[in-house]
C-alpha cells in the first residue's frame, strides 16, 4: 500500500492506462487526445489535493526543514509554500475560502466605459512608453486622473486633451 489516497492512485492508474495504450500502439493517437487531456488534468487535480503532500510538508517542517527548502522542492516561492501550507487544518481552510470568496467577488473582466485613456492607449496615442506618460503626468503635462468603480477597483485615465472630468 503506498501512501496516496485512492482518487489520486485511481486518477495516476487512469492516466497510465492511457500511456499504456499510446505505448504499445507505438501511435500517438491510440486514445482520443481530449480524454489524454481530461485524465492529466484529473491526476493534476488530485495530486494538488493530495492529503500526502501536506503530511510530508508537515514531517520535513517537524525534521528541520526551512521553508526555502521545501518551496524549491515544490518549485514554489518561499510565500507561496507558507501561504499553502502553514499552520493546522483550519487555517489552512481559513486560508482557501477567503482566496475563494476575493475570487468570487472579483469581476473578470475590466470596464470598457471609462472616460479618457489608459496608460497604454495614451502611450500608443503619443508614440511614447507608459513611463513616459507617467513621468509626463507628474510633471503636469498631461493630465490624469485615477477613477474608482463602486466595487473598490481604480484606473489610471489619462486625458491627452486636457478634458479631464471633474472628481
Known amino acids: 500500500m503506498?501512501?496516496?489516497?485512492?482518487?489520486?492512485?485511481?486518477?495516476?492508474?487512469?492516466l497510465a492506462a492511457l500511456d499504456g495504450g499510446t505505448a504499445q500502439s507505438g501511435r500517438t493517437d491510440a486514445s482520443p487526445p481530449l480524454e489524454r487531456v481530461r485524465a492529466v488534468r484529473r491526476a493534476l487535480r488530485a495530486l494538488e489535493a493530495e492529503p500526502a503532500l501536506l503530511a510530508a510538508v508537515r514531517e520535513a517542517r517537524d525534521d528541520g526543514v526551512d521553508w526555502s527548502q521545501l518551496a524549491?522542492?515544490?518549485?514554489?516561492?518561499?510565500?507561496?509554500?507558507?501561504?499553502?501550507?502553514?499552520?493546522?487544518?483550519?487555517?489552512?481552510?481559513d486560508r482557501r475560502e477567503a482566496s475563494r470568496r476575493r475570487k468570487r467577488a472579483r469581476?473578470?473582466?475590466?470596464?470598457?466605459?471609462?472616460?479618457g485613456l489608459s496608460v497604454a492607449e495614451a502611450a500608443a496615442k503619443l508614440?511614447?512608453?507608459p513611463q513616459a506618460i507617467y513621468l509626463r503626468v507628474s510633471?503636469?503635462?498631461?493630465?490624469a486622473r485615477t477613477v474608482e468603480l463602486p466595487d473598490g477597483r481604480k484606473y489610471k485615465r489619462v486625458f491627452p486633451d486636457g478634458d479631464a472630468p471633474e472628481v
Open 72 to 93: 524549491e522542492a515544490a518549485g514554489l516561492s518561499e510565500g507561496a509554500a507558507k501561504q499553502r501550507w502553514a499552520g493546522d487544518d483550519a487555517e489552512i481552510a
Open 127 to 129: 508614440g511614447v512608453t
Open 139 to 143: 510633471r503636469g503635462q498631461l493630465e
Open 2 to 14: 503506498g501512501f496516496l489516497n485512492g482518487e489520486t492512485r485511481a486518477a495516476l492508474d487512469a
Open 107 to 115: 469581476p473578470s473582466s475590466r470596464p470598457t466605459e471609462l472616460p
